[in-house]
């Protein structure tokens, strides 16, 4: 298996919903980040967990809230978000010799 | 500046061509260089992998990596229209930090 999963694909909530984003890969990768894509741009860097501990948190806003309950699983949840927020969210992993990004959870925040 | 330079094209070429992309970067502690393929809508697919200066090739694709000049390049034989998206190179430090993206290359092949 050398894919990282995301689901879902997209997402519509309001701006007082709790949602959460889910990422799962099996490659034993312990290297999982969370990047936010905006259109035309490329991915930028949100989160780093590095053998299921939270790393590096690129001032993120507490309405983005990371979870890594396994060396496999990797969640974002996400409350109060601002339309600002809609974006694609990528999940990625990677170790020696790779760099792996899913596929991505579109996010649209109304 | 900014560490990884990229121009942002857009490029076209006819189908049948060879492409060539490239990139500069500044920062000499980058120790792996990748470049990936997006198409609209989806998440980056890894093309191109390569750990320090030299080439690297796959099928059609081939990377090359000059630290000695900062320079990155992807050269694309045979394109097919299939191959239209946006290409990103990127540096990274380690295995296991982040990406630092250029800002990509929209590419588009005439059938």
């Known amino acids: 298996d050398t894919e990282v999963t995301q689901t879902p694909k997209h997402l519509v909530m309001g701006m007082t919903n709790k949602k959460s984003l889910k990422c799962e890969q099996h490659?034993?990768?312990?290297?999982m980040y969370w990047y936010k894509q905006k259109a035309k741009k490329p991915p930028e860097l949100m989160f780093v967990?590095?053998?299921?501990?939270?790393?590096i948190n690129e001032s993120v806003p507490s309405r983005f809230s990371p979870e890594c309950p396994n060396s496999s699983l990797l969640n974002l949840h996400l409350h109060a978000l601002q339309p600002e927020d809609s974006a694609l969210y990528l999940c990625?992993?990677?170790?020696?010799?790779?760099?792996?990004f899913g596929s991505g959870t579109r996010l649209t925040v109304v | 500046q900014k560490e990884v330079e990229q121009d942002p094209g857009p490029l076209s070429v006819p189908e049948g061509a060879i492409v060539s992309l490239n990139c500069t970067y500044s920062?000499?502690?980058?120790?792996?260089f990748m470049w990936y393929r997006q198409y609209s809508r989806k998440g980056p697919e890894l093309l191109m992998y390569?750990?320090?200066?030299g080439n690297k090739e796959d099928g059609r694709f081939t990377a090359q990596v000059d630290k000695s000049s900062k320079y990155i390049s992807l050269f694309i034989r045979d394109s097919q229209p299939s191959d239209s998206a946006t290409y990103l190179c990127?540096?990274?430090?380690?295995?296991?930090?982040?990406?630092?993206f250029g800002s990509g290359t929209r590419l588009s092949i005439r059938p």
């Open positions: 967990y590095s053998y299921e501990k939270l790393s």
């Open positions: 990625a992993s990677s170790q020696e010799g790779g760099y792996t």
């Open positions: 990127a540096g990274l430090y380690s295995s296991a930090s982040k990406i630092i």
């Open positions: 490659m034993g990768h312990r290297a």
């Open positions: 390569t750990y320090s200066s």
């Open positions: 920062n000499s502690a980058f120790q792996y």
